[in-house]
């Protein structure tokens, strides 16, 4: 896990994060006002991106991790080499991480596609960003294999 500014990212994850500020725009946060925007990278370079949408029954709101997985899945990507990750609200000026649902998720991804997935999280300014792989933020995480029976 390394903390990073803008411009020592490679281009390909500027680019990855300004997606994911891009869709920011798009989130539907009105309880909250906490706007958050992520944006997946494929190996072949397709960028999809999404964000949270809230709910008034709070169980029902997605995350924009989330989204941006759903999304990616049902245009047939399965295999990411990074997640970029960004939130505004009034009350975070702070990097923010995946929660722990989204770790999960984004977890079973990276094991699906034998990729130990990077993920970019910023600030909403891009002038602090941590740059660590999932297995960093989820070391231990529940796996297909663990369901099977032997």
Request: glycine share 4%.
């Amino acid at each position: 896990m390394q903390e990073l500014k803008f411009e020592d990212l490679k281009k390909e994850y500027q680019n990855l994060l300004n997606q994911a500020a891009a869709s920011r725009e798009f989130s539907y946060s009105p309880y909250s006002n906490f706007k958050v925007g992520a944006a997946l990278l494929t190996p072949a370079g397709k960028i999809i991106a999404g964000a949270n949408m809230e709910n008034v029954s709070f169980g029902a709101t997605i995350c924009a991790e989330r989204a941006a997985l759903a999304r990616a899945n049902s245009q047939g990507e399965q295999h990411f080499k990074a997640l970029a990750l960004i939130a505004q609200g009034d009350f975070s000026e702070e990097v923010i991480t995946p929660c722990g649902i989204c770790r999960q998720m984004l977890a079973e991804f990276a094991q699906m596609a034998q990729e130990d997935l990077e993920i970019i999280m910023s600030n909403p300014n891009k002038d602090k960003i941590i740059l660590a792989k999932i297995s960093e933020l989820l070391p231990l995480s529940f796996k297909p294999q663990h369901l099977k029976k032997k």
